[in-house]
């Protein structure tokens, strides 16, 4: 019989052990932060997938950007394509389940934006399909994954690789990982916005096929935010 608290042992033992080397990704988080701050406040916007437990970090991912972490501010553009379940059923019944985020890749992404592909396994031939058409289009592509190496750390220019073959650890640490980004969008805003004040807006030109404009607004603990005019 397995002894009482083996189960428990093991599991936060197994995390433990992934968490040593995860504290080597502070740099990278922090500059996926400012890199997200920057486009997302420019007008640009973040695509993310996943597949199964991978699909609900993604999509909390996004909850944050579109909702809030903690500050009041603007809601920042992204967009969980799993969660589009009209479009994926149709794209997988018409051109394959392979298909089913590379096609809104192509249908929403633009040159500068930026697509985060989450795997525990990093194998899933529908995010390496989506990670080259966003490569195609002109995305920064990021990756969330177990072990590297692995084909969708490749397929991506960057890629955040939890070292544990326990796939239920690489998940709760993706989980860390996707408020720690939050975090770091949060504490560039302030000095991205602020860097834009005061900038005369250049002279409007008529919206080209597939531009985008927006503008935004960020209010921290209270206060009052400075409306910033973007183009993307």
Known sequence: MMAAGSLLETHL?????ALLPFRDYERMLTGWGETLARRLAGGGRLLVAGNGGSAAEAQHLTAELVGKLRDDRQPLSAIALHAETSAMTAIGNDYGY????????RAHGRAGDLLLLLSTSGTSPNLLTAAQAGRDAGLSCWAFTGPAPN??????????AIASPDSQVVQELHLVATHLLCEYVDQALPAVLGASVGVTPPSVEPVRSGGVRTGVEVVLDGGAGQGVQ???
């Open 13 to 17: 033992a197994n995390l433990a052990a």
């Open 98 to 105: 392979d298909e089913v985020f590379a096609r809104q890749v």
């Open 151 to 160: 084909p969708l750390a490749d397929a991506c220019h960057e890629a955040l």
């Open 230 to 232: 973007a183009r993307g």
